[in-house]
């Protein structure tokens, strides 16, 4: 059974900062993995998404990498701001289901 | 273009009641699923459908029943609700990878 694991579930920065968010993940037989975001009491927003053929993906200031072979993604946002509060949410996705980590609390101060 | 719609927003049962919580979506997307999130459990998946008339199971399926007569609609039914299904239930549809969410319905069961 896939398990998906983030570290760590809670994080507060100040503004400005890099900062990088971890998943792992048991099987690596994947067909992707997106990184979602969930604003308090909205539902999920994707961020990036990453073909289990990549190894990473752009999108402004966020970059996602796969590591496939070791069970591994992680989640780069640079000079954070306080618009990013958040939480993030990693997602391994293979046969119509996806396998959700529990998330990191992402707290950027001004 | 409204996307995923989920109704209602905010429900309190009494154990042992039923109910029907609606999704309905826009997109002509032929998967259709349903998660629970709970707080540091990130969301499971309970049931998804492929298209008219095909629904399976997830990874939480007991105490939920679902149909899928048309390619607008998903609703997942609890037939007699229990305290452990408090939760917040997601509605996702999807085009291959490209998936969209509903803003979610927080269900309390006392």
């Known amino acids: 059974k896939q398990e998906v694991t983030q570290i760590p579930a809670a994080l507060s920065v100040p503004e400005g900062e890099n900062l990088v968010l971890n998943c792992s993940f048991t099987?690596?037989?994947?067909?992707?993995l997106q990184w979602f975001r969930q604003d308090p009491g909205k539902g999920l927003t994707s961020l990036l998404l990453?073909?289990?053929?990549?190894r990473e993906q752009t999108s402004g200031r966020l970059n996602a990498s796969l590591d496939k072979s070791s069970g591994r993604s992680t989640l780069y946002i640079a000079a954070s701001q306080p618009g990013d509060s958040a939480t993030y949410l990693c997602?391994?996705?293979?046969?119509?289901?996806?396998?959700f980590g529990s998330g990191t609390k992402l707290n950027v101060k001004p | 273009n409204a996307g995923v719609t989920q109704t209602p927003k905010f429900q309190v049962l009494k154990t042992g009641q039923s109910m029907t919580l609606q999704c309905a979506q826009d997109?002509?997307?032929?998967?259709m699923s349903w998660y629970r999130q709970d707080p540091g459990m990130g969301l499971r998946l309970i049931h998804y459908?492929?298209?008219?008339?095909?629904?399976d199971q997830g990874e939480v399926p007991n105490g939920y029943n679902v149909s899928r007569s048309t390619t607008e609609d998903f609703p997942l039914r609890l037939l007699s609700a229990a305290p452990s299904q408090t939760s917040v239930y997601f509605c996702?549809?999807?085009?291959?990878?490209?998936?969209?969410f509903g803003s979610g319905t927080r269900l309390t069961v006392v």
């Open positions: 996702a549809s999807s085009s291959g990878s490209d998936y969209t």
């Open positions: 997109m002509n997307h032929e998967y």
């Open positions: 997602a391994v996705y293979n046969f119509n289901k996806f396998y």
């Open positions: 099987d690596s037989a994947i067909y992707n």
């Open positions: 990453i073909q289990s053929s990549q």
């Open positions: 459908s492929v298209g008219a008339g095909i629904t």
